[in-house]
């Protein structure tokens, strides 16, 4: 089932996107705004689409759509939905990382066709790109499996997400303040050893039954996978 977060601060639009959507087959997850919205995809799984009007308590929707874009977690379509109608506006919204904008009010049948639409669109551009490959690790980023040799490898969300970095940089070193920008974000409960203890984690379950280590240590800067 896809999963639409919508970022709405008034309740009764609430209510009828998530009555709609469900009726639809989605699943509707909900953020009165802009932090908790945030907030939500920071800590756990990714929407496979979000929902977001323009005017939000905390924050302005552009500055929602411009942070929820640094979020180093699956890509997602974001729609703005506004009562803003001015081209200005829809330049402003797209220009801040929308991949839609539709003006209030809205005819719901549009709206459902708009969300098809941009979800078949990401999954294209998904599947294009879904595996990384480096010497015997294969990674299908869009179903977040691992395996090694061909063996099927078992990984927390963290470690996915450290993995995937390395492997996307295979053959440069990364610092340790870029790991912890890149996968912890804003996230301060890991600290310096705590990523130490996350690429041992790693370490362990890629290299069982004698594999070599593809994830080494540069003695002061940081870590490298490598084939």
């Known amino acids: ?3 639409i977060l919508t970022i709405e601060d008034e309740p009764e639009m609430t209510d009828l996107l998530a009555l709609w959507l469900g009726k639809e087959g989605f699943e509707v997850m909900v953020a009165s705004s802009g932090k908790e919205a945030l907030r939500k995809i920071r800590t756990g799984s990714s929407p496979d689409l979000v929902l977001l009007d323009m005017v939000l308590p905390d924050m ?3 500055e929602v759509c411009r942070r929820l874009r640094t979020i180093k977690k699956r890509p997602f379509p974001i729609l703005i939905l506004s009562a803003r109608q001015k081209l ?3 330049v402003a919204g797209l220009d801040s990382g929308a991949d839609d904008y539709i003006t209030k009010p809205f005819d719901f ?3 459902v066709a708009r969300i098809r639409t941009s979800l078949r669109r990401a999954d294209e551009i998904s599947n294009r790109a879904c595996t990384i490959e480096i010497g015997d690790l294969l990674i299908n980023t869009s179903a977040r499996q691992v395996w ?3 063996e099927r490898i078992d990984l927390t969300t963290r470690e996915y997400d450290l993995l995937v970095l390395l492997a996307r940089n295979a053959g440069h070193v990364l610092t ?3 790991i912890f920008e890149r996968v912890w974000g804003s996230d301060n409960e890991a600290g310096w050893e705590g990523i130490k203890v996350y690429i041992n984690a790693l370490r362990s379950k890629l290299n069982t039954n004698g594999k070599p280590n ?8 940081g870590y490298v996978l490598r084939p």
């Open 214 to 221: 593809m994830i080494s240590c540069v003695r002061g800067i």
């Open 1 to 3: 089932m896809r999963r």
């Open 60 to 62: 302005s929707g552009l």
């Open 109 to 111: 049948e549009e709206l």
């Open 88 to 90: 200005t506006d829809k």
């Open 148 to 150: 090694r040799a061909g």
């Open 176 to 178: 340790k303040g870029c």
